[in-house]
C-alpha cells in the first residue's frame, strides 16, 4: 500500500469512527460519499435530532486548539480601509468562524459557508438566539450555503485575507469522487486570496503525503503558483494533526 493510500484510509476511517458513535447508519455514506450535499444534509439533521439544545459539532478539534495558527495571520491589514475578508469553508455547525469573529482585535467580515443549508440554517438560529459579541465592533459574521468547488461565484480574485479548511480537503480528498473536487477547490482557494493571504488545511493527512499533493496541485501550467508550509498542531486522542499553510505567489 502506498504512502498516500494508506494515509488517507486510516484517516479516513478515523473521521468516520468519530461521527459513526452518533450515527451508526451513517457509516457507509459517510466513507464513500463526503463529498455529496444529501450526505451532510442527512447528518446534520440527524445530528440536530437527536439533542433539544444546539451543540456545535467539531471535526478533530475546536479553535482553541488552533487559536495560535490563525490569530497572528489577522493582526496587519494590507488595505486599511477595508475589513480583513476571513472565510471558514466547510464550516459545518463548528464554532471556529465564530470564534474568529468574536477574538479577531482587527476588523474583519467572517464568512462560514457550507455546501448544506442544514448546516447553515442551524448557525443562523444559533446566532439568534445566542449573540455573540465581537472583540472589534465593526467586524461582521454570516453565513452562507455555498459549494466550495464554486468559490469563483462568491469571490473574485485576489479578494481574500484567510481561508480556513478544517477538514474539509479531508472529506473530499476521502470520499469516491472527491479527489478531483478538491483539486479544483485548491485552486479556486488560490485565485481567491489575495498574494498577502493564506489558505490554512487543518487534516491529520501525513505531511509525506499532503505536502507533495499540495506542491504538484499548486502549479500552474508548470509554474509553482504557491508556497506550501506545514507546522505540527499537536497530537490529541492518539491522533497527530497538522496545519498546511499555503500562500499564493505574485504573478511576475
Not at 455546501?115 to 452562507?144: D, K
Request: overall charge neutral.
Amino acid at each position: 500500500m502506498s504512502v498516500l493510500l494508506k494515509s488517507l484510509t486510516l484517516s479516513g476511517r478515523r473521521m468516520v469512527a468519530a461521527s459513526a458513535r452518533y450515527h451508526s447508519s451513517l457509516t457507509t455514506d459517510l466513507i464513500e460519499n463526503m463529498d455529496k450535499k444529501a450526505t451532510w444534509d442527512r447528518f446534520y439533521t440527524e445530528s440536530s435530532s437527536r439533542t433539544a439544545t444546539f451543540k456545535n459539532f467539531e471535526w478533530f478539534f475546536s479553535f482553541d486548539t488552533v487559536r495560535d495558527f490563525i490569530m497572528p495571520l489577522l493582526q496587519t491589514k494590507s488595505h486599511p480601509d477595508a475589513l480583513l475578508q476571513v472565510l471558514d469553508m466547510g464550516c459545518g455547525t463548528s464554532s471556529l468562524g465564530p470564534s474568529i469573529y468574536r477574538h479577531s482585535t482587527l476588523p474583519c467580515r467572517v464568512t462560514c459557508a457550507d455546501i448544506s443549508p442544514v448546516a447553515v440554517r442551524l448557525m443562523q438560529e444559533h446566532v439568534r438566539t445566542e449573540a455573540i459579541q465581537p472583540l472589534n465592533l465593526s467586524s461582521q459574521l454570516e453565513f452562507v450555503e455555498l459549494d466550495c468547488t464554486q468559490l469563483h461565484k462568491r469571490y473574485s480574485s485576489g479578494t481574500l485575507d484567510l481561508i480556513v479548511d478544517k477538514g474539509t480537503t479531508d472529506a473530499l480528498v476521502r470520499s469516491k469522487e472527491g479527489r478531483g473536487k478538491a483539486s479544483v477547490v485548491l485552486k479556486q482557494c488560490l485565485k481567491a486570496l489575495r498574494v498577502s493571504g493564506s489558505l490554512l488545511q487543518f487534516s491529520d493527512e501525513d505531511p509525506d503525503a499532503r505536502l507533495l499533493w499540495l506542491e504538484t496541485e499548486a502549479r500552474e501550467q508548470g509554474v509553482v503558483a504557491a508556497d506550501v508550509a506545514v507546522q505540527e498542531v499537536g497530537e490529541l486522542r492518539g491522533v497527530c494533526y497538522y496545519c498546511y499553510q499555503i500562500t499564493p505567489r505574485a504573478v511576475g
